[in-house]
């Protein structure tokens, strides 16, 4: 692998990278707003038709958890290896990036959640900034392959 090639890898990670904050977070808001619509919280007529959505959305955050050490779990084991081939290891750092932001996209959903109840605006901002300033920190870059590579 050339050192072009190396860069064009590493330009199409980082591309990724920063598409895929915006568009899991659009499809969490989406998902929250959609269930929120759903969600009576206020008195209603038929009380029964009302609570069914929101046990749903109960069952799907319970869930969250054991989704995400299960994803933890499979980072966990996506480990570099200097005997594979170069580009082998750069669709696996690719995959581990992947799942990294997946998991800790999942951080803004309890301030969506919060803002399906509050209406508070500051719960949308907050969550946005706080995937903003992950977005930002954890960029992949040539150093921080060069570390995962080396241990």
């Known amino acids: 692998?050339?050192?072009a090639d190396f860069h064009?890898?590493?330009g199409r990670i980082r591309r990724l990278h920063w598409f895929h904050y915006p568009a899991q977070a659009l499809l969490m808001g989406a998902g929250v707003l959609l269930?929120?619509?759903r969600a009576a919280v206020g008195p209603t007529v038929e009380p029964r038709l009302a609570t069914w959505p929101v046990l749903l959305l109960l069952?799907?955050?319970a869930l969250v958890p054991l989704a995400g050490l299960f994803l933890y779990l499979v980072y966990r084991r996506m480990q570099p290896n200097l005997r594979r081939p170069a580009e082998l290891n750069l669709r696996v750092y690719q995959g581990r990036i992947f799942l990294r932001?997946?998991?800790?996209g999942l951080v803004g959903l309890p301030l969506l959640a919060s803002y399906v109840f509050t209406h508070a605006v500051f719960d949308l901002v907050?969550?946005?900034a706080m995937l903003l300033a992950l977005s930002w920190r954890l960029a992949p870059s040539a150093q921080t392959y060069q570390r995962w590579?080396?241990?």
């Open 101 to 104: 932001n997946s998991l800790l």
């Open 35 to 37: 269930a929120a619509r």
């Open 149 to 151: 590579l080396l241990s």
């Open 1 to 3: 692998m050339t050192d």
């Open 126 to 128: 907050a969550c946005g």
């Open 8 to 10: 064009q890898a590493l």
């Open 59 to 61: 069952l799907l955050l």
